[in-house]
């Protein structure tokens, strides 16, 4: 099994930046995918990035591409996501997640059986 802890959430200001890590622990993620999810509150889970972690290839949701960057380091078992001019929008749980290779295309939360267990990011106008 693998655990996963995010951090790097805080208060930022319509513009900014901020940087989320999920470092994880326990077995490899050589056989999974990996993903940021969000959800902000009266609002269902959505996706946000996904990434093979074999391979590297990423992909993003259409509210994010052009802001938002998912990246990892293998040696250090570290998923990033770097979230360029937040919009209040954003505001959200960020959640990261491991799953099958199905994941990495679906962008379902079904498809991801492991989950960290979140980080807030506030984004003020």
């Known amino acids: 099994q693998v655990q996963l802890v995010e951090s790097g959430g805080g208060l930022v200001q319509a513009g900014g930046s901020l940087r989320l890590s999920c470092a994880a622990s326990?077995?490899?993620?050589?056989?999974?995918?990996m993903a940021w999810f969000r959800q902000a509150p009266g609002k269902e889970r959505e996706f946000v990035a996904s990434i093979r972690w074999i391979g590297g290839s990423i992909r993003h949701a259409d509210s994010v591409k052009g802001r938002f960057t998912i990246s990892k380091d293998n040696a250090k078992n570290t998923l990033y996501l770097q979230m360029n001019s937040l919009k209040p929008e954003d505001t959200a749980v960020y959640y990261c997640?491991?799953?099958?290779?199905?994941?990495?295309?679906?962008?379902?939360?079904?498809?991801?059986?492991?989950w960290g267990q979140g980080t807030q990011v506030t984004v003020s106008s």
């Open positions: 997640a491991a799953g099958g290779a199905a994941g990495y295309f679906s962008g379902n939360g079904y498809d991801y059986d492991q």
């Open positions: 326990g077995r490899t993620f050589s056989r999974y995918a």
